[in-house]
């Protein structure tokens, strides 16, 4: 039975709603969207503090988010496949006031809730029992059956928990519990996942639709062409750096492969790729826009509220996992290239290497002497402008604008869409590159928020779309005034006005799914808070691992695979990270390996992405086969083999954390990346069976064997070195005496559970300073005794740092590890790198002796 192939706009209708009604009713869903733009970009900005109105505090502002998403879900998602499409039935327009109704009453009658908290009325219980089946509704039309039926299973286990198995069974919630807790409160449907929507992801979302919408999608597709295109297989690599870009625009995998495979597929097709290789790189590079930083998936704005970390440092953790990868992807196409035998594009001369090694220094220079500028410029600014700064800071970047439109005036525009294009003309660099200069300013004012004035994301985003808007507005006029020879006409003010209005709207189309999944993820997350279940998992999921974390990491893996065929990213990692994420942190100090939170919440993000890819359900897939003409099922084993390197980095920096630039220094973090990029180079070659030339069986095996070294020289070092060595229990105090001030020791707990069930775990004891052990474990907050051969904690100081450890009374201290004088485990890269050498020189020779005999 031939597979069905969609169009990219029914794949697309699939994250902004399937129905596009003509008349009076798509003017109002073009109301109702503007005025949700409207109202998030209000909260998000100072201008209610500053004209003391229009102030809503998280439960209001998440109740007004969630009546936009549910009243547009029910009007732009049809409830059927044969549910009509340039119309809204009435049936639908009801049942989306009515949802809104539900959701606007955590507004309309806050004051009141927030005075009898716990005690239900009878219209707090109705408004309850009606919103939660409406929102599971919205779910399916907008996201499909699989959420809903999640978190319809959830709340049945909520109301069944006493006729469940003894192994997950529970005391049970009443109806009057379960309504509050879900609905009334902000611990389900309105709690943390729908406040991220609220607070920081639409206004991302936003600034992408707005970004695309002014033309640097195109720009930044263009642009990668041209720098790329001349190479072997140039248009697959312009898809590979195009998506990187554009990742800062869509978080949507979907749209990210749309919006750059409608014209980098077409171009590998026509030089060598087959449709399928053609699509899955497209969608192996699109997949990826959503873990690179500065604009992450909506899920990175989760892990600044679970992790409790700020979201400068999720980038900074996220950023050398997703440049390796991006990196490596571009080497796994250049080795497809040189598998099919192709050859550059156009009459292109080879650059002498030294040549093309001074221009990549220039550019470096370049772009590290522009950040030096910028920072250190406006650092030296911000005391000498004092209070105003913003207004110096405002005149600066209008002026910038002003000078890169004026260049952008003095080169060609850019062809809206150059795929019909012949293969052999490509768009000149310094052309295209100087043609949308302004369109960065905007990225640059958010990265400067977020990074330098450490501004919250959400704030950042604001004026990084006050800037879009002012781009949008007035490039269109200004270029125009600018172009002395008016070859071209760039559209006039209203045009501009026009732009504006369609980005605020596509804005607010593209939150609607978003919205909708993080608040029927709230009610999995109030289900498992108000149940207990979370234990109850735990021990589950330790009893199927056998307590091995490997086995552990494999089972979250898949489980987020599994789940992620029919959740969106966002969903997954909510549903995933609450049940699991714990479970791993305890399973690896159990196994005495200290696995830090952000790096179990990445892991679960990375395979919530691979989900996109992966058959038989990968909806990238599915759209990238739209436009290649190519198989989907096909297409998607093909993407998931490209990936394999995003797979495998989640494995690798749980071992190894230095990957995720967690304490190390510059130059220490410097040198991790270049060797695990070479590492990941290493583990491509091995993958996709070519290095030199094509690889024998035990070439791709001794290549994965020195991509593991390099990655993980502690394995290898600690085989011939223990880095700690045994101290007898009694002389603890006197070795945290000796040890180095800043090194730590390693401890082996007894203590209990959540539920006062018996457990070992694992902890690293830094050691502070102090002249001896006495002083440095007062230091600590933490007092010791011997009783009958053991050794116990005796007191913990409140709020210590022993306390935060989790070091509690009465726990008992099986075993002290103190650290051994050892060579650094990165000398384990050196013969690593001679059997690399040695490999090489194998395929070398073998590929001098088929060419003598060709």
């Not at 129905?19 to 869903?29: C, E, I, N, S």
């Not at 913003?390 to 004026?406: D, N, Q, R």
């Not at 730590?744 to 001896?772: A, K, N, Y």
Request: hydrophobic residues 55%.
């Amino acid at each position: 039975m031939p597979e069905k192939q969609l169009s990219t706009q029914e794949l697309i209708a699939q994250d902004t709603g399937a129905r596009l009604p003509d008349g009076v009713m798509a003017k109002v869903m073009a109301g109702l969207a503007l005025l949700w733009s409207s109202f998030q970009l209000w909260i998000a900005s100072p201008l209610p503090f500053i004209f003391g109105f229009g102030v809503f505090n998280d439960t209001q502002a998440r109740a007004i988010h969630l009546t936009f998403a549910l009243l547009l879900a029910f009007l732009a998602y049809p409830a059927f496949k044969r549910s009509p499409r340039n119309r809204v039935p009435l049936i639908d327009i009801a049942l989306g006031l009515v949802a809104a109704a539900s959701a606007a009453y955590l507004f309309i009658f806050y004051q009141q809730l927030a005075l009898r908290p716990g005690s239900l009325t009878t219209g707090d219980m109705v408004t309850a029992c009606i919103g939660i089946p409406l929102l599971l509704e919205a779910t399916r039309r907008a996201l499909g059956p699989p959420l809903a039926i999640i978190a319809l299973i959830f709340l049945i286990y909520s109301l069944a928990g006493p006729y469940m198995p003894s192994l997950i069974a529970h005391r049970g919630v009443s109806i009057n519990a379960l309504a509050n807790h879900q609905w009334i409160t902000t611990e389900g449907v309105f709690g943390i996942a729908l406040g991220v929507s609220t607070s920081f992801v639409f206004l991302f979302v936003l600034f992408g639709a707005l970004l695309e919408r002014a033309g640097a999608g195109n720009y930044f597709i263009q642009l990668a062409f041209s720098l790329l295109g001349h190479m072997r297989g140039g248009p697959a690599k312009a898809a590979v750096v195009s998506s990187a870009l554009t990742g800062m625009i869509s978080g949507s995998s979907i749209a990210n492969v749309v919006t750059t495979g409608t014209f980098t597929i077409p171009m590998m097709k026509r030089v060598g790729f087959s449709a399928e290789k053609a699509g899955a790189v497209e969608v192996a590079s699109s997949v990826n826009g959503q873990i690179m930083p500065p604009v992450m998936g909506a899920a990175a704005f989760l892990m600044v509220e679970y992790v409790g970390i700020p979201y400068v440092e999720v980038i900074k953790h996220a950023f050398l996992p997703a440049a390796i990868s991006y990196i490596a992807l571009l080497y796994i196409v250049h080795l497809e290239a040189l598998k099919l035998g192709m050859q550059p594009i156009g009459e292109h001369t080879p650059k002498p290497w030294l040549r093309r090694l001074t221009g990549f220094a220039f550019g470096v220079m370049l772009i590290s002497g522009i950040s030096l500028l910028v920072y250190y410029g406006l650092g030296w600014l911000k005391p000498m402008l004092g209070e105003y700064m913003l207004l110096g800071s405002a005149i600066i970047l209008l002026v910038t604008y002003l000078g890169l439109l004026k260049i952008a005036a003095s080169n060609p525009p850019l062809p809206a869409d150059a795929s019909d294009k012949p293969i052999d003309v490509l768009p000149k660099t310094k052309e295209v590159l100087l043609s949308g200069l302004h369109f960065i300013l905007p990225v640059v004012v958010l990265v400067w928020c977020l990074m330098v004035e450490r501004l919250s994301p959400g704030l950042s985003a604001f004026w990084g779309s006050v800037m879009l808007m002012l781009i949008l507005i007035t490039q269109r006029p200004l270029l125009n005034w600018m172009r002395k020879d008016h070859s071209f006409n760039h559209g006039s003010f209203t045009d501009g006005l026009i732009d504006l209005r369609e980005g605020l709207i596509s804005g607010a189309r593209n939150m609607i799914g978003i919205g909708i999944a993080t608040a029927a993820a709230g009610i999995i997350v109030g289900a498992v808070s108000q149940t207990g279940v979370g234990l109850v998992l735990a021990d589950l999921v330790e009893l199927l691992s056998m307590g091995n974390l490997l086995l552990m990491l494999l089972f979250t893996a898949v489980f987020s695979l599994i789940l992620g065929m029919g959740l969106p990213t966002t969903a997954n990692y909510i549903v995933v990270s609450s049940l699991l994420a714990p479970v791993i942190v305890q399973l690896g100090q159990q196994n005495g390996l200290i696995v830090p939170l952000i790096a179990v919440h990445l892991f679960v993000f990375y395979f919530g992405i691979m989900a996109d890819v992966t058959p038989p359900v990968g909806l990238a897939s599915f759209a990238a086969a739209a436009v290649s003409k190519g198989s989907p099922i096909k297409t998607g084993v093909q993407a998931f083999y490209y990936s394999l390197r995003t797979a495998a980095l989640p494995f690798l920096f749980i071992f190894n954390t230095d990957l995720l630039l967690i304490d190390v220094s510059f130059w220490h973090g410097l040198l991790i990346f270049v060797v695990a990029t070479i590492a990941m180079l290493i583990f491509a070659a091995g993958t996709q069976g070519w290095f030199i030339t094509k690889n024998r069986w035990y070439d791709s095996v001794l290549l994965l064997l020195v991509a593991f070294t390099l990655f993980r020289p502690g394995f290898w070092m600690d085989k011939l070195h223990d880095p700690y060595q045994e101290i007898p229990l009694t002389e603890m105090v006197q070795a945290l005496g000796q040890v180095d001030e800043g090194s730590q020791l390693r401890l082996r707990i007894m203590g209990e559970d959540g539920i006062g069930q018996p457990r070992e775990f694992v902890l690293l004891l830094p050691v502070p300073s102090g002249d001896t052990g006495e002083q440095r474990l007062e230091k600590l907050g933490l007092e010791l005794m011997v009783e009958d051969g053991k050794l116990l904690i005796d007191n913990v100081a409140f709020g210590s740092q022993a306390a935060d450890l989790g070091l509690e009374f009465d726990q008992e201290i099986l075993r002290v590890r103190a650290p051994t004088d050892r060579i650094q485990k990165e000398w384990m890269w050196i013969p690593g790198l001679l059997l690399l050498g040695f490999i090489a020189w194998l395929q070398s020779r073998r590929r001098r002796l088929a060419l003598a005999t060709a």
